[in-house]
């Protein structure tokens, strides 16, 4: 597999969360704390931030054991329907992804080929469960997979972090080596925004740190600004930062993905 077409993937993949499943609940007191209702309330208003279409350019850094790259990516999002990604080093192209509801399309521009993918299939070389409504609801700093009507758990440390597994789920899904997967969501101290995301996989020995440092409002959308990936595992720490500029939310926009009849099949 070629190296852009790789760092288009991994762009795209290493920012997807996972759905959560549900575990059967036990005693309040044996899970830790309930977490509050106004909690809740600001985390469920907040997951249903809706937009129709969404552009922006993301200045990115890469990094992880062996090596430090910096790309510049530029996102269409079409909302409930496709998202699109190029991605250039030294102002050309390199690469470029069509993402749907079901699959996935990369194009490795400077072999000239391209290939695609399922949903399925990258979620099982992932190891976690990936939807295109995850990634927007990621790249756009929404809090995603969240379900008002189940009971979350409260961080004691700090009261602004809820969890979507009790003290005794953990414990369990540890033991058990499981695969599901415990998020925490992270709110500002205003308790106006989304701060942060974590994913916690204890089958996979991951963890997936999403911090949301700045933010911009355009249009009256409270669009990420400034946000910060690291994947924690066994083999090694991932750092992605992305910096977003020329944002523009519910402008008329049209993705323009074609493959040349020239390119092949990457091999």
């Not at 609940?25 to 106004?38: D, M, R």
């Not at 050309?92 to 391209?114: E, I």
């Not at 910060?228 to 066994?234: A, D, E, F, G, K």
Request: aromatic share 8%; proline share 2%.
């Amino acid at each position: 597999m070629h190296l852009s077409f790789k760092i288009g993937i991994l762009a795209l993949g290493m920012l997807v969360l996972a759905s959560c499943k549900s575990t059967e609940e036990l005693e309040p007191s044996e899970q830790g704390e309930v977490a509050s209702e106004a909690l809740v309330s600001t985390l469920g208003s907040l997951s249903q931030t809706t937009f129709d279409s969404y552009y922006s350019k993301l200045a990115t850094s890469f990094k992880d054991s062996s090596r430090s790259v910096s790309f510049k990516t530029s996102t269409w999002m079409i909302a409930d329907s496709a998202a699109y990604f190029l991605i250039k080093f030294a102002n050309f192209p390199v690469a470029s992804a069509l993402m749907g509801q079901d699959s996935v399309t990369v194009l490795d521009r400077r072999s000239k080929c391209y290939q695609n993918a399922s949903l399925a299939l990258l979620s099982e070389q992932f190891g976690t469960e990936l939807s295109l409504d995850n990634l927007q609801d990621i790249l756009l700093g929404i809090p995603t997979n969240f379900d008002k009507e189940k009971t979350y758990y409260q961080n004691e440390e700090n009261g602004l972090s809820l969890c979507t597994h009790g003290l005794k789920d953990i414990e369990q899904i540890e033991l058990e080596n499981s695969d599901e997967i415990i998020t925490y969501y992270k709110l500002n101290e205003e308790l106006n925004e989304l701060k942060g995301m974590t994913l916690v996989s204890f089958k996979d020995t991951t963890e997936i740190n999403l911090e949301y440092n700045e933010r911009e409002i355009v249009d009256g959308f409270n669009s990420p600004k400034m946000v910060v990936v690291r994947i924690t595992s066994p083999k090694q720490t991932i750092t992605v930062e992305l910096n977003y500029t020329k944002i523009r939310v519910n402008q008329s926009e049209q993705i323009q993905f074609v493959i040349p009849e020239s390119y092949g099949e990457c091999k």
